[in-house]
């Protein structure tokens, strides 16, 4: 069973940034991919980030050129580094990964943004 914990959540102000850490009990190198979504109240679980074992990424339309995802193999730890915050990125925040047709999740982080 493959444990992620998410950290770095927290209240920032409109235009603030925030870097969102995902710890894997695992090593990275065997994932297929690993990835951000978020949820905010009354609405379904999204897509933010993803990034592939070959190092493709991709992105919400909203976030793009603000929110980074990256990640350290030596860490076993994903990163989603968030820019230029604007009140609609509230949400909790889930770190993902896709291993051997398996989805883990962690167990979320909440981001409040003010304006």
């Known amino acids: 069973q493959v444990q992620l914990v998410e950290s770095g959540g927290g209240l920032v102000q409109a235009g603030g940034s925030l870097r969102l850490s995902c710890a894997i009990s695992?090593?990275?190198?065997?994932?297929?991919?690993m990835g951000w979504y978020r949820q905010a109240p009354g609405t379904q679980r999204d897509l933010v980030a993803t990034?592939?074992?070959?190092?493709?990424?991709n992105y919400k339309n909203s976030v793009k050129g603000r929110f980074t995802i990256s990640r350290d193999n030596a860490k076993n730890t994903v990163y989603l580094q968030m820019n230029s915050l604007k009140p609609e990125d509230t949400a909790v925040y889930y770190c993902?990964?896709?291993?051997?047709?398996?989805?883990?999740w962690g167990q979320g982080t909440q981001v409040t943004v003010s304006a």
């Open positions: 990034i592939t074992s070959g190092g493709y990424t």
């Open positions: 993902n990964v896709y291993r051997r047709f398996q989805t883990y």
């Open positions: 695992e090593t990275i190198v065997s994932m297929n991919s």
